[in-house]
C-alpha cells in the first residue's frame, strides 16, 4: 500500500458505521484502514474483470 496522502467523505448510517466499527476491532485495525483494504481488493478484482 502507498502513503496515504488525500482524503475521501461519504455519509451512512449509524448502522452501518457501527457494523465498520465492530469489523474493524475484530481485525484490530483502524476504520479508515478497514475501509482502504476493502475498496483496494473490490478495485483490484473489478480492474482483473476488465481485462478479461
Not at 448502522?15 to 478497514?34: D, G, H, I, M
Request: charged fraction near 35%; avoid cysteine.
Amino acid at each position: 500500500m502507498d502513503k496515504t496522502d488525500t482524503q475521501i467523505g461519504f455519509r451512512t448510517t449509524s448502522e452501518f458505521k457501527a457494523r465498520l466499527e465492530a469489523q474493524a476491532q475484530r481485525e484490530r485495525r483502524p476504520v479508515s484502514n478497514l475501509i482502504l483494504k476493502v475498496l483496494e481488493e473490490y478495485l483490484d478484482q473489478a480492474e482483473a474483470q476488465n481485462k478479461k
